[in-house]
């Protein structure tokens, strides 16, 4: 299994920038992909962006193309997501998760550790 931790989240103005990490243990080993998903209250859980584990290989939603980047440390096994011009329909909660399937996919089936989320608020 893997364990993953969510940190960085917060209350930022809009035009503000977070910076989101995930800390990843256990069998990372077996892991090809991580993805950063969101859901705010009474919606959809919503794919962000998600990146290989090795080749750093990413896929964006549409909405968060040009003002979000993920990216990782192998070494530390940290997955980043930074949020840039941030708007306040950004406001939720943010999950990482993780997949074993050989593919970046961008539906929250496909990942199967999941971990607890951090509160990302956007003030307009």
């Known amino acids: 299994q893997v364990q993953l931790v969510e940190s960085g989240g917060g209350l930022v103005q809009a035009g503000g920038s977070l910076r989101l990490s995930c800390a990843a243990s256990?069998?990372?080993?077996?892991?090809?992909?991580v993805g950063w998903f969101r859901q705010a209250p009474g919606k959809e859980r919503e794919f962000v962006a998600a990146?290989?584990?090795?080749?750093?290989?990413?896929n964006y939603a549409d909405s968060v193309k040009g003002r979000f980047t993920i990216s990782r440390d192998n070494a530390k096994n940290v997955f980043y997501l930074q949020m840039n011009s941030l708007k306040p329909e950004d406001t939720a909660v943010y999950y990482c998760?993780?997949?074993?399937?050989?593919?970046?996919?961008?539906?929250?089936?496909?990942?199967?550790?999941w971990g607890q989320g951090t509160q990302v608020t956007v003030s307009s």
């Open positions: 990146i290989s584990w090795s080749a750093g290989t990413t």
């Open positions: 256990g069998r990372t080993s077996s892991r090809y992909a």
């Open positions: 998760a993780s997949t074993s399937l050989p593919r970046i996919g961008s539906t929250s089936w496909e990942y199967d550790s």
